[in-house]
């Protein structure tokens, strides 16, 4: 079991930078792939980023390529996305996943956070 807890979240202008951070509980952090979504107002959940276990491999959204980095800390049991260039587009509720496979899907990831709001002004 995993409980994930996501932090740094808030309101910043256009252009913007903020720095997501998933603290995770368990002994097996770092056996799982770690996911960033986001779901905003009349909209489906969506895919971001999300990073391997070994940190070798990383996914991202096309939306988010070259202005999101994703990153996690294997000792701290923490995983971070750091948002730069921020958009109004880009905000969303964000949610931390946790999975056992590389994946852009929902479902493929077993345990999830509560959420942040990441709102972007114009």
């Known amino acids: 079991q995993v409980q994930l807890v996501e932090s740094g979240g808030g309101l910043v202008q256009a252009g913007g930078s903020l720095r997501l951070s998933c603290a995770a509980s368990?002994?097996?952090?770092?056996?799982?792939?770690m996911g960033w979504f986001r779901q905003a107002p009349g909209k489906e959940r969506e895919f971001v980023a999300a990073?391997?276990?070994?940190?070798?491999?990383?996914y991202y959204a096309d939306s988010v390529k070259g202005r999101f980095t994703i990153s996690r800390d294997n000792a701290k049991n923490t995983v971070y996305l750091q948002m730069n260039s921020l958009k109004p587009e880009d905000t969303a509720v964000y949610y931390c996943a946790a999975g056992y496979r590389l994946s852009v899907y929902k479902p493929d990831y077993n345990y999830w956070g509560q959420g942040i709001q990441v709102t972007v002004s114009s």
């Open positions: 368990g002994r097996t952090f770092s056996s799982y792939t």
């Open positions: 990073i391997s276990w070994s940190r070798d491999n990383t």
